[in-house]
């Protein structure tokens, strides 16, 4: 199912026994735009603490209670690595993570998710796991970037097309079964006022996280002549999103 990140952001994270709290930020691969990790604000149940949780640790995401369930207990989770919002997540942070959960190293696979096209088939497949160990040199790579940097009213990344600049990314939309964002809400008030259009994240050229833009190849004019997308509504594939 296709969700946005707003819509997610808004869900309650459900132990097994319990609460944790509320979907703070989503952390995205950046090769592969999948995210890899929700950041839970635990405010209600840990004051102070945030933890990240992997999709390979979800049982399953509700819409219409507005949770993402996941295999794992309030003491487990108190347990677990803690980070602050403004951590980098780095390779080790990961590994860390990794070997406290049990969760593959994503990156080691032909798939999206090691060997897997999904957590769902990973977490099914009941594989023996033993964490790989990751090289010095490899400890602080950068992998994960945080979708709430890249989207926002005022501060999303700015988007450049062929021909010039064309809006700001408002919001992501996420598919919920493989964790890939597929595509970029982006808000085109600075070209066509009060518009949105969902555009393919395969059309991405690459993102420039100095300069905060993200640069796609399509031109202006195929945007205006593309499809529109109101976030208010119910996602519509086929109608509303700019596919590639």
Do not use: C
Not at 169 to 191: G, P
């Amino acid at each position: 199912m296709l969700q946005l990140a707003s819509i997610l952001e808004n869900y309650n994270v459900q132990a097994t026994d319990g609460e944790l709290g509320k979907v703070k930020d989503l952390y995205f691969e950046k090769d592969t735009w999948v995210v890899r990790y929700l950041l839970v604000d635990t405010k209600k149940w840990l004051p102070g603490r945030k933890v990240l949780v992997s999709p390979v640790s979800f049982d399953f995401v509700d819409p219409a209670e507005a949770t993402v369930n996941i295999l794992e207990t309030e003491e487990r989770m108190k347990e677990s690595p803690t980070i602050n919002e403004s951590d980098t997540i780095t390779s080790k942070v990961e590994a860390d993570l990794g070997r406290f959960f049990e969760w593959p190293l994503y990156w080691g696979g032909m798939n999206l998710w090691g060997s897997y096209a999904t957590p769902r088939l990973w977490l099914e497949s009941n594989e023996n796991y033993e964490l790989e160990p990751i090289s010095n040199k490899d400890e602080e790579k950068i992998r994960v970037e945080s979708v709430n940097d890249i989207k926002g009213a005022i501060n999303g990344y700015r988007i450049q097309v062929k021909d010039g600049k064309i809006g700001h990314v408002s919001d992501v939309i996420v598919d919920d079964d493989n964790w890939e964002i597929k595509f970029l809400v982006i808000e085109t008030r600075n070209f066509l006022p009060g518009d949105f259009v969902a555009i393919s994240t395969k059309w991405i050229d690459e993102i420039s996280w100095m300069d905060k833009e993200v640069k796609v190849d399509l031109e202006k004019d195929t945007i205006v002549n593309g499809p529109f997308f109101n976030p208010a509504e119910p996602i519509n594939e086929e109608e509303s999103l700019y596919h590639r």
